[in-house]
């Protein structure tokens, strides 16, 4: 039974120059053999195919989603959305608006920390770039309309009731039904 | 003293699946650590498959979904929720927290700009 | 521009890209470089996590969770060149956790009796125990060696692995480890002598 000690090991200081040599030799052979299966793509030294399409495959969803964003509890329990679902309810809010279609959006929000994983606190602010039908009299109006659609939708949907809607009109576009 | 109740990730989701305004089990990147975690740890009290993580011990489960736009999204969470706590808990005097993560959201596509400006 | 030619194109670019500007696409969000990434450090980091935890199946696992939570942490990664160094003490650090973890619910430290005959270095045998389960065999020669490295405690054998496999400084084996240096090389000269004894051994 090896001794748990804090010295350093006696013999350690009489360990001769050949094990020494031998040790080296087999650290070398480690190395060596180890590479030689790699170069060969032996499958016993490296994660199988499975293994590596699960972490791209899980990488990729994450890619896709964005951050994790906390909302407001439900009755029933705690809950967080996906940056990417989050836009894609604005997308929704935005065009529900005659004349109008969403472009782009981004988001601020409180901060929250979690494990150094990044995860968003409650979004503050929106920033929508819309386009606006050509011919469209109103755009004053019309971007009232699209704030109001959009505040309604978080309220509604995500209990999120102070969100600031910055919109900027980009484009005009034709429309055709 | 009482026992969980034995239930499986795979009958969670069946049960998560039938809720009206969800799409169906969308696994991330949560889920997928519980998943390798678990498999490590031989842990009897976590049962985690990709998209659903059961901790009996912690008492949480955390099911990542992809949702339509049927109905409001606050209303198909809060379902959910329920549905899964009431599949879990009859016997069981404390309550499991369930932790919904809304992975994506689906619905009718949006106009598209024609070409001529 | 369709969406496999944006796809095939960068490919295109991830294959001559060098390692830094892999990690700064994969930082900015670029899935595709960090799949690059995923292909050159996988073997690397597999190597390291059977050194210090011996089974296949363990590996692979602790692996997968090494490179997912690189991914999730990567915006943490300041200089980009350190890249290879922050991988590995991920990978290290939950390997460790594993065979921390399972001696707790062990009550003796693997017998002497139980270590690889000189035998098995000889005729290529596997001399180990072999779980039904697990698909490819490891060379036996580094399962050997692999099975004497376990005997080693936890934080020697962590110093150990990073110094003699993964060929990292002393200084980088202390910051990878929180340790002070002293310690690294006092760590790591002890689980040398313990591994010639054991090694001599078989003579």
């Known amino acids: 039974m090896e001794p748990q000690n804090h010295q350093p090991d006696r013999r350690a200081q009489d360990v001769d120059a050949a094990a020494d040599r031998r040790y080296r030799d087999l650290i070398r052979s480690v190395h060596q053999e180890w590479d030689a299966l ?24 994450d890619a896709r989603h964005g951050a994790q964003v906390t909302m407001p509890p439900t009755e029933a329990g705690p809950f967080t959305i996906t940056e990417s679902a989050l836009r894609a309810l604005v997308r929704s809010a935005v065009d529900s608006v005659p004349d109008a279609l969403a ?32 011919g469209n009299q109103d755009l004053p109006g019309l971007a009232e309309l699209v704030r109001h659609a959009v505040r309604s939708a978080f309220r509604s949907n995500l ?4 969100l600031i809607v910055d919109i900027r009109i980009e484009d005009l576009h034709e429309h055709t039904d | 003293m009482s026992t969980p109740t034995e239930r499986t990730a795979a009958d969670l989701i069946d049960v998560v699946t039938a809720v009206p305004g969800v799409r169906g089990i969308e696994p991330g990147i949560t ?16 049962r985690a498959r990709y998209g659903l993580v059961l901790d009996s011990e912690a008492r949480t489960v955390t099911v990542e979904l992809g949702l339509d736009d049927s ?47 | ?75 943490l990664l300041e200089n980009p060149a350190a890249f290879p160094g922050w991988v590995s003490q991920i990978c290290v650090r939950r390997a460790t956790d594993v065979v921390r973890r399972r001696a707790r619910q062990r009550t003796d430290a693997q017998a002497p009796e139980d270590l690889p005959s000189r035998g098995a270095l000889a005729n290529g045998s596997d001399g180990a125990d072999t779980d039904p389960g697990r698909s490819t065999e490891i060379n036996a020669l580094l399962h050997a060696v692999a099975q004497i490295v376990a005997t080693l405690d936890p934080e020697p054998r962590a ?26 090389r006092g760590r790591i000269a002890r689980a040398r002598t313990q591994i010639i004894q054991r090694m001599e051994g078989w003579r």
């Open chain 1, 159 to 162: 209990a999120v009731s102070d």
């Open chain 2, 71 to 117: 109905r409001p999204i606050r209303e198909i969470v809060a379902d959910t929720q329920r549905a899964v706590q009431t599949a879990l808990d009859l016997s069981d005097a404390r309550p499991m927290t369930v932790l919904v993560r809304v992975q994506s959201l689906t619905g009718k596509e949006s106009r598209q700009p024609t070409v001529n400006r």
């Open chain 3, 159 to 184: 110093c150990w692995v990073l110094r003699e496999i993964d060929g990292l400084s002393y200084r980088e084996i202390a910051r990878t480890l929180s340790l002070t240096e002293p310690t690294v």
């Open chain 3, 1 to 75: 521009m369709s969406e496999t030619c944006d796809a095939g194109a960068e490919r295109a670019l991830v294959g001559r890209a060098d390692e830094r500007a892999l990690v700064l696409r994969a930082q900015d969000g670029d899935a595709t470089a960090f799949a690059g990434l995923v292909d050159r450090y996988q073997g690397r980091l597999f190597r390291t996590a059977y050194m210090i935890l011996t089974d296949r199946q363990d590996c692979e696992d602790v692996v997968q969770e090494t490179l997912i939570l690189a991914w999730q942490r990567l915006h």
């Open chain 2, 31 to 46: 889920s997928t650590l519980r998943t390798i975690d678990a498999r490590i740890r031989k842990l009897q009290t976590r």
């Open chain 1, 103 to 134: 472009l782009r959006s981004s988001f601020e929000h409180v901060e929250d920390q979690n494990d150094g994983v990044r995860v968003r606190g409650l979004p503050t602010r929106v920033r929508l770039q819309i386009s606006a039908r050509l």
């Open chain 1, 38 to 61: 790699e170069a060969r793509g032996d499958s016993s030294v490296q994660l199988s195919q499975r293994a590596i399409s699960s972490i791209n495959e899980a990488v990729r969803a």
